[in-house]
């Protein structure tokens, strides 16, 4: 079973920019529609982007134009390209992956997740 793991995450200043993996461990992402949550301190886990399984994009609007997703060739691993990060941000970002993709499209719909990856964004 594909089990996903989330690294790259790190204290970035206001404006920057930072690059997340996810990566397939036990195989690859192949069918798979892959999404990017995030969960800041006292808040809901929250749907940020997705790349389905024919690789288009869907991205939440608080980062649409600033955020993008993309696969390698391979389709072990899923990056979320982050550019102008702002502090609201800050936030553990999780990925999960599922054959349909309307599954990614809420964090409700996952039971299992991984450690995550931090993002602090300040100055």
């Known amino acids: 079973q594909v089990q996903p793991v989330e690294s790259g995450g790190k204290w970035v200043q206001p404006g920057g920019s930072l690059r997340l993996s996810c990566t397939a461990s036990g195989g690859t992402f192949n069918g798979y529609a892959v999404g990017w949550f995030r969960q800041a301190a006292g808040s809901e886990r929250e749907f940020v982007a997705a790349s389905a399984a024919d690789q288009r994009q869907y991205y939440d609007n608080a980062v649409k134009g600033r955020f993008s997703v993309s696969r390698d060739a391979g389709e072990n691993t899923v990056y979320l390209q982050m550019n102008d990060l702002r502090p609201e941000d800050t936030a553990v970002y999780y990925c999960?992956?599922?054959?349909?993709?309307?599954?990614?499209?809420?964090?409700?719909?996952?039971?299992?997740w991984g450690q995550g990856t931090q993002v602090t964004v300040s100055s």
């Open positions: 999960n992956q599922h054959t349909n993709l309307l599954w990614v499209a809420s964090a409700t719909n996952f039971d299992s």
